[in-house]
């Protein structure tokens, strides 16, 4: 299965945009990217997916490298509930396989 | 909630217990998932069901024993468990298993062998 590589954690303030990365240089062409969250004490959320387009909805948005070997999950403006690891995945033919995600504090 | 409900949320078992955990899914979905979550560990996904049928077993030792008896329920039966078994088992659903399929998981079993 092809890996992410994602920073253990980063910090950000409420209301500011936020960027995280992840790093893909093994996926293969028919691997979507996927982001999931996990607040505390819940399981995972679906955050968002592509292919290779930039992808935006309500939640965030997904901007994927043209070499498609890196991508960025975009929070627009963040507020304390977005505070949560989230996890950037390749999926390949039936499975997920989640990494180890990043931490996300939001300060007030 | 995300439509799909796992039961009971907490569990406490000696290692000579049988017990089970429940997942229920009613978004009409095809394959439904297990996958483990240790502390400071990354999710293991450990089965795979699509149509009822098992298609991914990763290497799970055989004191899990999963059942999926119709698209809308999963089972994890346990029994002789050990105490690094101790996690939180999280039951997910999509409508296939296939390619861009978005996972809609519980909220979690948390399991604890004594």
């Known amino acids: 299965d092809a890996k992410t590589t994602q920073p253990n954690s980063m910090e950000s303030n409420e209301e500011e945009p936020v960027h995280l990365p992840c790093n893909h240089s093994?996926?293969?062409?028919?691997?979507?990217i996927h982001w999931y969250r996990q607040l505390p004490s819940q399981g995972p959320e679906y955050v968002i997916h592509?292919?290779?387009s930039n992808v935006n909805n309500r939640m965030a948005s997904l901007a994927i490298a043209e070499d498609r070997k890196s991508s960025t999950l975009i929070l627009h403006r963040a507020t304390l509930r977005d505070a949560a690891v989230y996890y950037c995945?390749?999926?390949?033919?039936?499975?997920?396989?989640f990494g180890q995600g990043t931490r996300l504090t939001i300060n007030p | 909630e995300t439509g799909v409900t796992q039961t009971p949320r907490h569990l406490v078992m000696g290692m000579t217990n049988k017990k089970s955990l429940k997942c229920e899914q009613h978004?009409?979905?095809?394959?439904m998932y297990w996958y483990k979550q240790s502390a400071k560990k990354p999710l293991e996904l450990m089965f795979v069901?699509?149509?009822?049928?098992?298609?991914e077993n990763n290497s799970v030792p055989s004191r899990f024993s999963p059942e999926c008896p119709n698209s809308s329920h999963l089972f994890l039966h346990l029994h002789t468990l050990q105490p690094e078994d101790s996690a939180l088992y999280l039951c997910?659903?999509?409508?296939?298993?296939?390619?861009?399929?978005?996972?809609?998981f519980g909220e979690g079993s948390r399991l604890t062998v004594l």
């Open positions: 592509g292919l290779t």
């Open positions: 978004l009409g979905h095809n394959a």
């Open positions: 069901y699509s149509l009822e049928e098992r298609v």
């Open positions: 995945i390749l999926q390949g033919a039936q499975k997920l396989v």
């Open positions: 093994t996926i293969s062409g028919t691997d979507y």
């Open positions: 997910a659903s999509s409508r296939g298993p296939g390619i861009g399929g978005e996972l809609f």
